[in-house]
């Protein structure tokens, strides 16, 4: 997984995913490429946490979780979708499955700025 921001400075976030579960409940491990744990983040109803290391925080919705551990608000119902290859329609983002089939995936958030760019790779379990 790899997220580009347009901000000034330009961020950017590459990790190796594991992703479990359903956008109401689920959890997302994010580890680095020579395989340390960066996050854990668990939501499911009236909780999100994020796990970093010993410390955990929550927060009130797994959008904000989600834009805590990447720097960027990815919406994670429509994630799950896309991965599955549906064209789950969200306001300022704009997919790309045209590869989903081959275990590929690029979203672009137009709005609200900054402009974000988000591809991943993925196979499926």
Do not use: C, Y
Not at 3 to 19: K, N
Not at 82 to 106: C, F, M, S, T, Y
């Amino acid at each position: 997984m790899s997220l580009r921001i347009d901000s000034q400075p330009v961020q950017t976030f590459s990790a190796l995913f594991e992703l479990r579960g359903s956008p109401e409940q689920g959890e997302l491990s994010l580890t680095s490429p020579i395989g340390s744990t960066l996050a854990q983040l668990h939501w499911a109803p009236g909780e999100a946490l994020l796990k970093n290391g010993s410390e955990t925080r929550r927060f009130d919705s797994v959008e904000a979780l989600i834009e805590a551990a990447t720097g960027a608000a990815i919406p994670v119902g429509a994630l799950f979708g896309w991965l599955a290859g549906r064209d789950e329609r969200v306001p300022g983002w704009r997919p790309d499955l045209a590869q989903v089939a081959n275990g590929r995936l690029q979203a672009t958030r137009e709005a609200p700025s900054p402009t974000a760019d988000l591809r991943i790779v993925f196979e499926r379990s």
